[in-house]
């Protein structure tokens, strides 16, 4: 590639297509959907035949087509699918979904839904042993546990991560530091008994924000730094700068930190509420980490030796 002619970093993409960083590094890796070229420091870089290429790839996975079909085709291929007369799906919407639990496949062995529903009937915490993430993209799974073991949250927290757009668990008994841990891991968690029409509902929800979940890295929750008491003590100080800052700074990681853990403790009925928390805690705690790093630089300006945890 001409390093001259309409060479375009990673970021400069995402803009141009709207398609997230994790999204272009995941087809590219995962199913070899483009090849971008390197520069001299190792970073992507895009040309306008990329972006085009890439184009076409986004629309045809909004209307349902999967990415690891798509990928292998030529261009002139995927402008002939263009044509196609193919059922639009609203963007972050599952195209089909795997139901597990013996209570669950029956009620929904006669509803009508809009995708299609493999059923499966055994028991959730024996499948989960053996399961592995979807070769397509766009699948939901839906699993029946009426209790929620460790090994039942590691599974779903894996699968989660391996390529399902939604899990959901719908649950009989769980502790409530139990349900935080599968929030945090992107896991929707909806009380059972229910109905088939309030399941599928909740297929239905629109799916996290990629602006906020795939640019903070998956959702992932930093541990706190530093202990609240060397926070204080900062915030205290009377700083050797002209300007308040290291004041500010310290505040700001105080309330930041009070408001993710308010978010943790918020307790809603609805599962759409139950999601925004945990989003909303996620933010708050990459937000603090943020300013966490800035408490280290103030800190070592100002002499303070900090107790980190």
């Known amino acids: 590639m001409s390093r001259d002619h309409a060479a375009m970093p990673i970021g400069a993409v995402t803009q141009l297509t709207g398609i997230s960083s ?3 590094r995941k087809w590219e890796s995962r199913y070899g959907a483009i090849e971008p070229e390197r ?13 085009q290429r890439l184009t076409l790839l986004r629309d045809l996975t909004r209307r349902g087509h999967q990415i690891s079909r798509l990928s292998g085709m030529s261009n002139q291929q ?6 196609d007369a193919v059922p639009q799906t609203s963007e972050g919407s599952v195209v089909r979904a795997i139901v597990v639990g013996p209570v669950l496949s029956a009620r929904l062995s006669a509803a009508t839904s809009s995708r299609p529903l ?11 042993e053996t399961a592995s993430a979807p070769a397509d993209e766009d699948v939901a799974l839906v699993v029946e546990l009426p209790t929620v073991s460790e090994r039942s949250i590691d599974r779903l927290a894996a699968l989660r991560r391996g390529g399902f757009a939604r899990v959901v668990a719908v649950y009989g008994f769980a502790a409530q530091a139990t349900l935080r841990r599968l929030l945090n891991a992107g896991v929707l968690c909806l009380k059972g008994p229910t109905t088939a029409d ?12 990629v602006t906020v979940l795939e640019a903070l890295e998956q959702g992932a929750i930093p541990a706190h730094r530093f202990s609240e008491e060397s926070i204080a003590r900062l915030a205290a100080l009377s700083p050797k700068l002209q300007c308040e800052c290291p004041n500010h700074i310290a505040q700001l990681v105080l309330d930041i930190s009070a408001f993710e853990q308010y978010s943790l403790e918020c307790e809603d009925s609805d599962p759409a509420e139950r999601l925004l928390h945990a989003r909303l805690r996620l933010v708050a705690a990459n937000a603090r980490a943020l300013f966490e790093e800035a408490v280290a630089i103030v800190a070592e300006n100002e002499g303070l030796p900090l107790e980190e945890i």
């Not at 520069?39 to 972006?51: I, K």
């Not at 493999?118 to 989960?128: K, R, V």
């Open 22 to 24: 994790h999204t272009l």
């Open 78 to 83: 995927l402008e002939a699918l263009t044509d």
């Open 198 to 209: 309030e399941l599928l509902r909740n297929l239905e929800l629109p799916e996290a924000s």
């Open 118 to 128: 493999e059923l499966i009937s055994e028991a959730a915490a024996t499948w989960l």
């Open 39 to 51: 520069s001299d420091s190792g970073r992507r870089l895009y040309t306008r035949e990329h972006v």
